[in-house]
């Protein structure tokens, strides 16, 4: 038997350390689960938590106001979709990190927002703002189709429905960053939603996330939507799905031949 080097056991009580600090300190946002250390640069603090979800909470209070009132007609920005669109968004990033923090508490952080997603992911919907607006100022009779907002009110509800009982429903077994190593404890999840959608966490955000262009009717971003979340997906899926053989074998392929995705062409 070889003897631990001491970067490895340096390594080892760091990690027994940051597992103490957040048994002793139910506040603390550093995971139990090291291999989900934050990545991003927000500060991995109560405060920063406290912070983010301060401000989710009064943009998503302002974006109910405007989607009740329809922002009482005055302004000509001041409408239920745009209310909508920013009230589905905040509620999705503060839901992201509540469901964590409840159900998957080992892997919580402030990464758990989902708020530093890539540059594409906020370019994505900064277009998407930009297309409603402009379209609104210069063409606002091309937003006036309630029955387009009101499907895709109904299909966002949906996806983020179906999001946020994947992730309560697989539990510690559901991570944001695919697992490259089996971790202890984890198990093939099939049942519950799981029995119905492969990856529900994934069809849930594709059609949440084109749930918000129709009520924006944004036909541009709508289409751009569809083809990043597409593409990404399609990607995510097939890297994913090659850990999860691994690791469970010829009871993932069994299970996938069965349950599909329910992502257009993505079987």
Known sequence: MSTPTEQEIDGFEQRLRQRMATQSHPLNTVPRDTSHLPRGFIPNTPLSVAT??????????????????????????????????????????????????????????????????????????????LEYLGTLYFRPENKQFPYVSLIGIILSLVGQSLRSAAMIH??????????????????????GIYNYLRHPSYTGFFYWALGTQLVLQNPLSFVLYLCILWRFFYQRIRAEEAYLIRFFGDDYRKYRQVVGTKIPFIP
């Open 170 to 191: 697989a539990g510690s077994n559901f991570s944001h960053i695919i697992a490259s190593r089996k971790a202890e404890g984890h198990t093939l999840v099939t049942s």
């Open 52 to 129: 983010i979800s301060f401000l989710l909470g009064s943009l998503f209070s302002f974006g109910a106001l405007l989607f009740v009132t329809n922002g009482f007609g005055l302004y000509w920005w001041s409408t239920y979709q745009l209310g909508y669109f920013l009230a589905a968004w905040s509620a999705f990033h503060w839901g992201e990190f509540a469901v964590t923090a409840g159900w998957n508490r080992d892997k919580c952080s402030v990464d758990s927002f989902l708020l530093e997603n890539g540059s594409l992911y906020h370019i994505a919907h900064s277009v998407a703002l």
